[in-house]
């Protein structure tokens, strides 16, 4: 039957993928965006396999096929690391022009705060001579390969709504995030993983919680899966005690062998999709161990991430990264939270705290985008670097703080990008000779969203999903593509 | 709070009476309308162009959301003719032909019906009702008349009619009905989200009166855990959570309010009254407790504290979430599209928002700390929701306290007496002879330089710390006590005597030595101690308190300190005072002037400073006799004894205090009128004209008005004429037992949301609802005892052909359980489900390292206990980390409200099926049950086990195929001792556990069917 009072995607889409998961997702909430990239061929796969996780063929040749979102929780200070500011320097200490203060709201500042330039030296790397502060001595060692954005600008000024803006492109929890649209636009091309993974070092989980990496409205099959340093590296993922391999196989022979006779009776398409699933779990059970089965590898390999198996640590984070799109899994976030360096003692500060943050970071992250390089990854993979917003320009002096620290910035912050068709070697965007605003090619969140997309193959205003009266997409209303980027 | 409603007494009994009021006249059918733009054209435009074509950015410079756009055209020129769809160029385009590509570019093509209406529209002249949009959902229900169906003897109420007529339309047959056990499983699921025991199902099995099956609906909606059933989704909708949400998300007290849910479930509170307590309880006259409770319905909402939040748009934020969350569960709208601008599809203006917003935004808060510290943070009201015990007993230490209090506040006849005696004593005040010191020194190196007068200034850099050491020689017979006087000085802040920046300072020690020999001090009495401070812990030595001075800067002030006993010295003895300074909070606090002298009189004393300050000076003393009181009575032994009893009430209370329960509530702010701004763009700081209170313009008449509060939005919304609220609510109670609700897009009946697959049914249920004194009880009784509900969900593949969806319900339909239920069922079938109701939330172990959030040291202690296995609701719900295995199974984290969670399938729940702590308690409880209540042979264990899970005996084949399981298994565990040992204590035992749990992991066990 066909219901004429519904809009056509639905109808079509009931017709066509009647033993998929979709019937359950229902029908009235969404696939409108889904159906379209579908249209292109990719469906009869679809139809196959009854996996929402299939992959999906994008909307025009994606220059990346992956992405790998190194997320700095916290906000690194952009002024300190990519954006020299010679200016900020010569006036270290004096009162900060009214001009730029004038009705501005800050989360600690009181009163008039003071500039500060930056301690550290900045010079020149590689071919390309980008900028690159003394604190990231391995950053040189890629400069040719990166595009570093100095004009990122944001919306939000706290932490929990920046990051959850960053993910999701609105600043309240709930929404989807970019790892869930691009699984559910394009699927993932590994089966015995899931398709988004996350991955957390640092101090903490990051202030949005599991809300940056949440499906929001999305089914539940497109959410970030954290893989865990501690315990079971996927939840549940592991038999219990007393449940060897061959029991669990027994078991779920039978268990399937039940529930397909279920099946016969009731026509239930839904069985026939949890068989599937219980299948693609018990491959998870090898093949999860395997991917985290780091002290295998090479000691070469070791020396270039500065990796310690069994660790909890960023540069494990990054090789084990390099593993999960190796392995074909569609989007990798890492997160590593500690950078939100306000200076209210030695613990949070610019002098101790965040050469402590470079160092736990920088070797890993320069020796992901060379290992990507050269196993040929780089080309197809989109590597991702940066915090939720910026830095002040100014001392904080929270209290009358000594201790040398930058305030909330969301008006310029340096985010990079390397890989997956970005244009290697080059610093997008002029920010003011204070490093306070931008002067020339703003990049928005939701530019950069679109930019991600389009990398992938998606055009950001075509992914939507319909829930609660309207099509959503990630970057809400806005975003342009930042061709300036692309190679 | 349950009323006894007309609906429930006539369909307790008999399913047939209230027919008679749904034979009245039908209304007369509509004529067929004019098509105007804002119909059918105005929707589709909106929808499927909107996208780019619409606002100050529209593509081609046209906008095709409004008339006055969609006549104007774009760059190309005008895009309708009136009368001539044909030559259009709207219609060219979206049609793809002329050789350009088909609009809308990127996306599907529209419908041709949706195309013939636009063509229609513009063939009929283009013409505009001026505005007025005509949707089903905004025209109140009118009980229709029942439809009149070929089959007969099928129906058993007139949902029945409706559902059949629409069968016969489309050629389908009900389905035949379901056995037994899948009837009363079903219904103990969906009223209770219990399964039955299997001596629950024998007792239903062997009831074989005609109205088994009604009795047992009854006893269901009779159970209090029908509350526990109905809570759940209502949770959902309320966005209840324990914690505030955000980056610290730090606990809340929100049970109160899950409690009241199940409550007003089970008394079967009706809608209207439901409804308007949870919106506005606290503004019912003498609102009881439980009405302030309820309104912890919107006290839900989400709060940043992060550090760095302005608390202004931190509350903006919660109350934009109150007018969302209160539009989307009582009115089905999606009233939130209009915070920034008007609906794009729906007649909602960006005004009516702010409408109730106003509404909302009178509600009270208290303003702690200072803002241009960065400190300033908001707080709504909390109250106490004490038992009866704790009340009687808060009440009774409450009297006690105040007249202790009062006793005290008038001093009796006896202590003015002693009082007058202790003031004349004060002339005759002990002889303190200075001490002429042999040595004195400082520790920390401050210069200690004798004066004139006898005592030693500090000087130099002041330190953190320091102990000062004084000798001297004494040439007296007996030592009574050693006083210490700090006096003030010019050369420090505040004139000191301490060289803290206060002035203050914090002896935290002193110590006294005869001959070397240590003299234990009895007591020490002051002239003055700082309030908070405790001058006695210097015997003791205590660096975190001592005597200190606040407040009595540039004054002397006296500390005698008291040996335990009187002191007998020998000629010429060397007598060592030691002072320490030890405080880590507080450096500086060293004392920087110091005089010291010893007495021999009997019971040495110092005069409280302002005693001693007045002697000599009658007038003086008579002006401060009431200071001079307070004084005296520090050390009058009766007051001191009523100051302690006194002290003890207070402690209790404090402790009762502590352990009564609170609950977040709403207080309106008094004597402000509801007005409040549109916000331009939704921004905040983006101020625009000033509206009054008021319902949607499309949905009321009613101008708004400063006196349209939150109790008049209940009245409002439950007022017989509201469009929405019945049928919002009715077709969420279908969703509840029939999985879908009639209207699918039950958070959205807009114009973008699913019409209604039965309208006339949906109406019908709405009046009838309304008519019933909006009894859910009966609502839901009527649904499950009708013939549409008790159909069996197999599927035919002829129907699978016609209805894949089971729109026209010629089945039952049949769905994964939603997350909680998944976890109680598998535990009660295991036999370790806890049914205690109610109370503080649970920690059920979960796998370690789910909770780590930023500054917030709040950890998951797990339960012990039965609580470690207490229904899924109960379960501590954290909004940044929920429950992983809710979370797997389609839970949401409760930041925002849900109507509808969706239902998934995944890799992750099958896991967590097979190998979550929690299903692996279930599976050895079941398997315990197996063994003990399953019979003496294998395969009726196994029955038995398979009869929890599904409540029906397994087929042959599904028998063998357990037992071969079983086999299997026990051979592989004999062999494997080590591995059994860690499931159960025998190899039989360990095959029996994984038996169950095989059985517990069932999709048959885990459905609804």
């Known amino acids: 039957m066909r219901d004429k009072n519904r809009p056509w995607p639905e109808t079509t889409l009931q017709r066509l993928t009647r033993r998929t998961f979709f019937k359950e997702v229902g029908y009235g909430i969404g696939s409108v965006a889904l159906m379209n990239l579908l249209a292109e061929g990719a469906f009869a796969a679809q139809q196959e396999r009854h996996d929402p996780l299939a992959p999906k063929k994008p909307q025009f040749a994606p220059r990346a096929k992956n992405v790998i979102f190194l997320f700095m929780a916290g906000a690194p200070s952009q002024v300190d690391l990519f954006d020299p500011k010679p200016t900020l320097v010569k006036y270290n200490g004096q009162d900060c022009p009214d001009e730029l203060i004038k009705g501005e709201r800050f989360a600690f500042i009181r009163g008039k705060p003071k500039l500060m330039g930056s301690p550290y030296a900045f010079s020149q790397a590689g071919q390309s001579g980008q900028w690159v502060s003394e604190l990231l001595p391995h950053f040189r060692d890629i400069a040719d390969d990166v595009a570093v954005i100095r004009t990122m600008t944001t919306t939000q000024f706290n932490h929990a709504p920046a990051q959850i803006f960053m993910n999701t492109g609105f600043q309240i929890p709930g929404r989807p995030s970019m790892g869930s649209w691009l699984t559910y636009g394009l699927g993932s091309e590994n089966r015995d993983l899931p398709g988004f993974v996350v991955l957390i070092s640092g101090e903490n989980n990051p202030d949005g919680g599991k809300g940056c990496w949440s499906s929001g409205f999305l089914p539940s099959v497109y959410q970030g899966v954290e893989f865990r340093s501690q315990g079971d590296a996927v939840l549940f993922v592991s038999n219990p005690d007393g449940v060897p391999s061959d029991v669990r196989r027994d078991t779920l022979d039978t268990l399937q062998h039940l529930n397909s006779m279920q099946s016969a009776k009731t026509l239930d398409p839904e069985i026939e999709t949890r068989i599937a699933q219980y299948e693609l779990a018990y491959r998870m059970q090898s093949s999860v161990p395997d991917l985290m089965e780091i002290d295998k590898e090479p000691a070469e390999v070791h020396e270039l991430y500065g990796t310690e198996p069994g660790k909890k640590s960023f540069a494990n984070n990054c090789l084990l990264a390099r593993r999960l799109v190796e392995r074909g899994v569609r989007f990798v976030q890492l997160y590593h939270r500690g950078w939100d360096n306000h200076g209210t003692s030695e613990g949070d500060d610019i002098m101790h705290r965040l050469p402590k943050l470079c160092s736990e970071t920088d070797k890993a992250a320069a020796a992901l985008v060379a290992d990507l390089k050269r196993r040929g990854l780089l080309d197809e993979t989109l590597v991702v670097w940066g915090g939720e917003f910026g830095r002040t320009p100014m001392n904080e002096a929270r209290d009358g703080s000594t201790y040398k620290g930058r305030d909330h910035h969301p008006h310029c912050f340096t985010m990079w990008m390397a890989g997956g068709g970005i244009k290697p070697g080059i610093s997008y965007g002029k920010t003011d000779e204070l490093g306070y605003n931008v002067e020339d090619g703003e990049v928005q969140v939701h530019d950069l969203q679109a930019t991600i997309l389009h990398l992938m193959g998606i055009d950001h205003t075509r992914l939507t999903f319909h829930y609660q009266g309207r099509d959503f997409r990630l970057t809400d209303v806005f975003g342009n593509v930042v061709d300036g980027l692309l190679k | 709070m349950a009323r006894h409603r007309l609906l429930s007494a006539f369909f307790a009994g008999c399913g047939l009476l209230p027919f008679a009021l749904a034979l009245a006249p039908q209304e007369p059918g509509h004529a067929k309308q004019q098509l105007f733009f804002e119909d059918a054209p105005r929707i589709a435009l909106n929808a499927h162009c909107g996208v780019c074509h619409s606002g100050s950015t529209a593509k081609a410079g046209l906008d095709l959301t409004t008339l006055a756009g969609v006549m104007k055209g774009g760059r190309s020129g005008k895009v309708v003719v009136p009368g001539n769809a044909q030559d259009s160029l709207l219609i060219v385009r979206l049609e793809g032909r002329g050789g350009k590509e088909q609009m809308p570019l990127g996306f599907r093509p529209l419908a041709p019906e949706k195309i013939k209406a636009i063509r229609d529209w513009i063939d009929g002249g283009c013409k505009s009702n001026g505005g007025v949009v005509s949707h089903w959902a905004y025209v109140p229900p009118k009980l229709p008349a029942l439809p009149v169906t070929k089959q007969k003897g099928w129906t058993r109420n007139p949902i029945d009619a409706f559902v059949l007529a629409k069968l016969e339309a489309n050629g389908l047959k009900p389905s035949h009905e379901a056995t037994k056990e899948t009837l009363a499983r079903r219904l103990y699921l969906d009223l209770t989200g219990l399964p039955p025991s299997p001596s629950e199902m024998d007792a239903y099995l062997r009831d074989k009166s005609p109205k088994a099956y009604e009795a047992l609906v009854d006893r269901l909606l009779a159970s209090p855990h029908y509350g526990e059933r109905m809570a759940r989704p209502w949770l959902d909708l309320a966005r209840y959570a324990d914690s505030d949400g955000y980056e610290k998300d730090l606990n809340r007290t929100a049970w109160k309010y899950r409690d009241w849910v199940i409550d007003a479930f089970n008394q079967n509170m009706p809608y209207d009254e439901f409804t308007t307590e949870q919106l506005a309880g606290d503004m019912l006259p003498n609102a009881t407790i439980e009405q302030q409770v309820a309104t912890g319905f919107n006290r839900n909402a989400m709060f940043n504290s992060e550090g760095g939040v302005d608390p202004g748009e931190a509350q903006f934020n919660v109350v934009i979430d109150r007018v969302n969350t209160t539009s989307t569960v009582f009115m089905g709208s999606t009233l939130q599209c209009a915070r920034c601008h008007d609906h794009k599809y729906d007649p909602f203006t960006q005004k009516d928002f702010y409408k109730l917003y106003a509404v909302f935004d009178n509600t009270a808060f208290d303003k702690v700390g200072d803002y241009k510290k960065g400190q300033e ?175 009595a800067y540039g004054q002397a002030s006296e500390m005698a300190v008291i040996p335990a006993k009187a002191l007998s010295l020998p000629p010429m003895a060397r007598l060592r005072l030691v002072l320490r300074f030890d405080s880590q909070q507080w450096p500086e606090h060293v004392i920087g002037r110091f005089r010291v002298s010893e007495s021999d009189q009997a019971e040495p004393r110092v005069l409280p400073n302002m005693l001693r300050q007045a002697l000599g000076d009658p007038a003086k003393i008579e002006a401060n006799r009431p200071a001079l009181l307070v004084e005296f009575e520090k050390s009058y032994a009766p007051t001191k004894e009523a100051m302690s009893k006194l002290a003890a009430a207070s402690q209790e209370l404090a402790a009762l205090r502590a352990a009564i329960p609170t609950a977040m509530v709403l207080k309106e702010r008094p004597g402000d009128t509801i007005a409040g701004n549109v916000h331009i763009r939704g921004e905040w700081l983006q101020k625009g004209e000033t509206v009054a209170g008021g319902p949607p313009a499309v949905l009321s008449p009613k101008p708004p008005t400063s006196s349209f509060n939150r109790l008049e939005l209940a009245k409002w919304l439950v007022s017989k004429d509201n469009p929405l609220t019945a049928r919002v609510e009715v077709n969420r109670l279908w969703e509840t037992v029939f999985g879908k609700g009639l209207v699918e897009t039950s958070e959205d009946f807009g114009s973008q949301g699913s019409p209604p697959t039965h309208p006339e049914l949906l109406d019908w249920l709405s009046v009838t609802f309304m008519n019933s004194g909006w009894d859910m009880k009966a609502m839901v009784r009527l649904m499950v005892t009708s013939a549409t509900y008790r159909q069996g969900s197999d599927a035919t593949p002829a129907l ?108 992750l729940q099958a896991l967590a099926l097979l190998n979550d702590e929690v299903a692996m308690d279930a599976a050895k409880g079941l398997a315990k049950r197996m063994a003990s209540e399953g019979g003496k042979t294998t395969a009726a264990r196994i029955a038995f086990g398979f009869r929890c899970c599904t409540g029906r005996r397994p087929n042959s084949a599904e028998a063998k195929l357990l037992s071969a399981l079983y086999d299997k298994l026990l051979a592989r565990y004999v062999a494997d001792k080590t591995a059994a040992g860690k499931l159960a204590e025998t190899a039989e035992g360990a095959a029996t556990v994984m038996v169950a749990n095989t059985l517990l992991n069932m999709d048959e066990t885990i459905s609804r069917s």
């Open chain 2, 377 to 551: 943070q908001w707080y709504e009201p909390v109250i106490e929701v004490p038992t009866p015990e704790q009340a009687r007993r808060r009440s009774q230490l409450e009297a006690q306290i105040a007249k202790a209090e009062s006793a005290l506040k008038e001093p009796d006849a006896e202590t003015l007496r002693a009082f007058d005696a202790w003031l004349k004593d004060a002339g005759q005040a002990t002889v303190w002879s200075v001490v002429k010191p042999s040595q004195v020194t400082s520790a920390a190196g401050q210069a200690l330089t004798e004066q004139s007068d006898g005592s030693y200034l500090a000087s130099g850099k002041a330190p953190a710390n320091d102990v000062y050491t004084i000798e001297w020689t004494s040439n007296r017979a007996n030592l009574t006590g050693v006083r210490i006087e700090v006096l003030p000085d010019p050369s420090f802040p505040n004139r000191g005597p301490g060289r803290a920046s206060s002035g203050n300072f914090i002896l935290t020690k002193a110590e006294l030595a005869s001959n070397g020999a240590d003299v234990p001090i009895g007591s020490v009495a002051t002239s003055f101690t700082q309030q908070g401070y405790d001058a006695g812990r210097v015997i003791p030595g205590d660096a975190a308190n001592g005597w200190a001075i606040f407040n």
């Open chain 2, 800 to 907: 699978l052909e016609k209805d894949p969806q089971n729109q026209l319900l010629a089945r039952a339909p049949r769905y994964r359980m939603e997350a909680e239920a998944v976890r109680d069922n598998m535990l009660a079938i295991g036999g370790v489900l806890s049914l205690k109701l109610g109370g503080p939330s649970v920690y059920p172990s979960q796998p370690p390292a789910i909770w780590d959030t930023p500054y917030n040291g709040q950890r998951w202690m797990t339960s012990d206990g039965q609580d470690r296995y207490r229904r899924g609701l109960y379960t501590f719900w954290k909004r940044s980390a929920p429950y992983p295995a809710f979370l797997a199974m389609d839970a949401t984290s409760r930041e925002t409200c849900t109507v509808r969670r969706i239902r998934s399938n995944t890799p």
